[in-house]
């Protein structure tokens, strides 16, 4: 009979584990009924009404809660901590607080807000250890390059939703703002689209999709979307679709010219650090010139961002080849010399 009771108190423990795995945290919901149904997906056949009397005790113990709708609804507080078994060691606790110091120059607040429980419980396991651990978040520095910006603030709801649907692969029907001026907000533009992938830039994440009634990807930005909606249709995706590939033609550059060029730039030497370190290409070459300046060739994609890459070292580079490129560069240094001339 204790065997029994044993392998019996071992099941129960197994289902109740996994129930609350499937429970999501605040604002998702869960019901009995449901877990009940996915529990039965795993091999445990139980009522609601049991799942139900479970999750009363639990939430005595656990930061559970029941929204009191019927059926009643039920998910993890919203800054409930998060917990796993094994429990973390603390050099992972210090990757997750290495990571939180980076992406936060580089995702939304509201992408943050969605993680912030894992980064919670990582610092609270660095704070319980004496061992040197604890003192590394003051010894630790994470610097964006360029001037700082403030990252654009993402309705929390629509990120959801957008997310879901594009894990799932189904359409979104959305409420998109093109206005960027900041003069007049623009009334929200309804469509339909296709999500295909997410890219997160300059801390801007993007939406690359396929509005209904057009072959070619777009790019939306996520704080343009007022609403968002995930429709039980799958999603028109591409055959052969890669982000990657997306990416490597220059689709997230500003392009001036649909084929690359071949650039040739002339910076003094000790920018050649730099050069080598933060290559533009794989292909790049550095040569020599003389004692005080080093060549830069590489075939690069003729885009905005070029233009402003080449800026940024002001007097310290030359532009070379191609020809029109170097009389961009000759037309704004004569501009700069005009405003700058007494």
Not at 30 to 47: H, K, T, Y
Not at 171 to 186: F, H, M
Not at 311 to 322: A, I, M
Request: with cysteine.
């Amino acid at each position: 009979m204790p065997r029994k009771n044993n392998l019996e108190s071992a099941s129960t423990l197994q289902r109740q584990w996994l129930m609350l795995m499937l429970i999501p945290r605040s604002p998702k919901r869960i019901s009995a009924r449901d877990l009940a149904l996915r529990l039965a997906n795993e091999g445990f056949q139980v009522s609601a009404r049991t799942i139900q009397r479970d999750l009363n005790q639990l939430s005595s113990v656990l930061q559970l809660a029941g929204d009191g709708q019927k059926p009643q609804g039920w998910s993890y507080l919203p800054n409930a901590r998060q917990f796993d078994i094994p429990g973390l060691e603390p050099q992972a606790a210090l990757a997750f607080h290495m990571a939180e110091t980076y992406l936060r120059g580089v995702l939304p607040t509201s992408t943050l807000d969605m993680i912030k429980p894992w980064f919670d419980t990582a610092n609270a396991v660095l704070d319980a250890n004496g061992n040197g651990l604890a003192k590394w978040p003051t010894k630790i520095r994470v610097l964006p390059r360029g001037m700082p910006t403030r990252m654009p603030t993402i309705d929390q709801n629509v990120q959801a939703v957008v997310y879901q649907a594009l894990l799932q692969d189904q359409k979104l029907r959305i409420a998109y703002n093109k206005n960027i001026d900041g003069v007049a907000p623009a009334k929200p533009l309804t469509s339909i689209v296709s999500p295909l992938a997410l890219v997160v830039r300059d801390g801007v994440v993007y939406l690359v999709c396929i509005y209904d009634g057009h072959s070619q990807p777009r790019q939306l930005a996520l704080h343009r979307m007022s609403a968002a909606d995930q429709l039980e249709i799958s999603a028109d995706r591409p055959k052969g679709f890669s982000i990657d590939e997306y990416i490597a033609e220059g689709e997230f550059g500003i392009p001036l010219n649909p084929k690359p060029i071949k650039l040739e730039a002339e910076f003094l030497k000790h920018v050649a650090i730099h050069l080598r370190e933060s290559p533009i290409t794989d292909s790049q070459t550095i040569t020599e010139v003389d004692e005080d300046n080093v060549l830069l060739r590489a075939t690069v994609a003729d885009t905005l961002e070029l233009r402003f890459w080449l800026k940024s070292f002001g007097d310290e580079v030359e532009v070379l080849k191609p020809v029109s490129l170097r009389r961009e560069f000759q037309a704004m240094a004569q501009n700069l010399h005009g405003y700058y001339t007494e």
